[in-house]
């Protein structure tokens, strides 16, 4: 059975720095795409980063590109989400999700497993 379980968020100052963890239980983590979202209070969940199965290809949201980066390590199946430069509108609850393909995708309804999310909240 598979299972997400985040960790990492906090309270930051804006231009502060955190990084998210995503701890994965189950088996074949290192077949399969992962994502992070995000979701704001009031907003829906978007994507904020993807990678592929082996870490060779990733994708970013304009929002944060050149300040967020997203990485794997299939040894110790978990995935990471460094944030550098962090802004208010960074403010949300975050979640891993797990795709059952090697490739990522940018859809929220592609992704076929979810954590329970970590709060990030930046303040100004």
């Known amino acids: 059975q598979v299972q997400l379980v985040e960790s990492g968020g906090g309270l930051v100052q804006a231009g502060g720095s955190l990084r998210l963890s995503c701890a994965f239980s189950?088996?074949?983590?290192?077949?399969?795409?992962m994502g992070w979202f995000r979701q704001a209070p009031g907003k829906e969940r978007e994507i904020v980063a993807a990678?592929?199965?082996?870490?060779?290809?990733?994708y970013y949201a304009d929002s944060v590109k050149g300040r967020f980066t997203i990485s794997r390590d299939n040894a110790k199946n978990t995935v990471y989400l460094q944030m550098n430069n962090l802004t208010p509108e960074d403010t949300a609850v975050y979640y891993c999700?797990?795709?059952?393909?090697?490739?990522?995708?940018?859809?929220?309804?592609?992704?076929?497993?979810w954590g329970q999310g970590t709060q990030v909240a930046v303040s100004s």
């Open positions: 999700a797990l795709r059952y393909d090697t490739e990522w995708s940018g859809l929220r309804d592609a992704y076929d497993y």
């Open positions: 189950g088996r074949g983590f290192s077949n399969y795409a």
């Open positions: 990678l592929s199965w082996s870490g060779g290809s990733t």
